[in-house]
């Protein structure tokens, strides 16, 4: 009986490990790329706060909700560093200063935001259209969780002991905040579930 050796080669550890690294790290580098976009668009200034609308908040929610825990958190992560090294990534062209002032918080926030909407948001059912809206409000749950919740507990918390105004005047100051953020809570949810879907 005679083998004939096999054509086929197994592809190199050292071949697959930079396309790994590659898909593992592509969508996490997006999004730190749309994060800063979204404060470069430019910043609304809102009256007795000195923290800007931007849609930020709306790209950290799209993050947990369109990422693993990890590729999200990475993605925060890679866009809070840029600025910490002097890179003008923060709203305003802002850089490592950002990160001592009223709106350090919020980015702050950002990090444990995205990792826990990733967390909550579970998978999406897309089978019938009970299952997809079950799937959207779930999304919106963790967006209004992971993006609001978590993001304001941080920002209220820091920029109150850095400032020294009240934690409720803080907080009574920033619902304008709030509510916008809950609104972009309802377009991330909405837009996820429907990239979900065309995804499949």
Same mark, same amino acid.
């Given at each position: 009986?005679?083998?004939?050796?096999?054509?086929?080669?197994?592809?190199?550890?050292?071949?697959?490990?930079?396309r790994r690294i590659i898909a593992a790290s592509w969508k996490?580098?997006?999004?730190?790329?749309?994060?800063?976009?979204?404060?470069?668009?430019?910043? +609304?200034?809102?009256?007795?706060?000195?923290?800007?609308?931007?849609? *930020?908040?709306?790209?950290?929610?799209?993050?947990?909700?369109?990422?693993?825990?990890? *590729?999200?958190?990475?993605?925060?992560?890679?866009?809070?560093?840029?600025?910490? +090294?002097?890179?003008?990534? /923060?709203?305003?062209?802002?850089?490592?200063?950002?990160?001592?002032?009223?709106?350090?918080g919020f980015l702050v926030g950002f990090l444990p935001g995205? +990792?826990?909407?990733?967390?909550?948001?579970?998978?999406?059912?897309?089978?019938?259209?009970?299952?997809?809206? +079950?799937?959207?409000?779930?999304?919106?749950?963790?967006?209004?969780?992971?993006?609001?919740?978590?993001?304001?507990? /941080?920002?209220?918390?820091? *920029?109150?002991?850095?400032?020294?105004?009240?934690?409720n005047v803080v907080a009574l100051a920033s619902m304008g /905040?709030?509510?916008?953020?809950?609104?972009?809570?309802?377009?991330?949810?909405?837009?996820?579930?429907?990239?979900?879907?065309?995804?499949?």
């Open positions: 009986m005679t083998f004939k050796p096999s054509t086929t080669v197994a592809a190199s550890p050292a071949r697959t490990l930079p996490p580098a997006m999004f730190a790329v749309l994060l800063w976009l979204a404060s470069a668009a430019g910043e +609304i200034p809102v009256p007795g706060t000195p923290v800007p609308i931007t849609l *930020q908040t709306l790209v950290v929610m799209m993050a947990g909700l369109m990422l693993p825990w990890r *590729q999200a958190g990475a993605a925060v992560a890679a866009y809070l560093a840029a600025g910490a +090294i002097g890179l003008p990534v /923060f709203a305003g062209g802002a850089s490592t200063m950002a990160l001592v002032g009223p709106t350090a995205a +990792i826990m909407i990733a967390l909550l948001r579970g998978e999406a059912n897309l089978t019938s259209p009970l299952a997809a809206a +079950i799937s959207a409000a779930r999304y919106l749950f963790a967006a209004l969780v992971g993006g609001v919740a978590v993001v304001y507990a /941080f920002g209220f918390l820091i *920029q109150s002991a850095l400032t020294g105004v009240p934690l /905040f709030v509510a916008g953020d809950a609104v972009k809570a309802v377009v991330a949810a909405l837009a996820a579930t429907g990239l979900s879907k065309l995804g499949r």
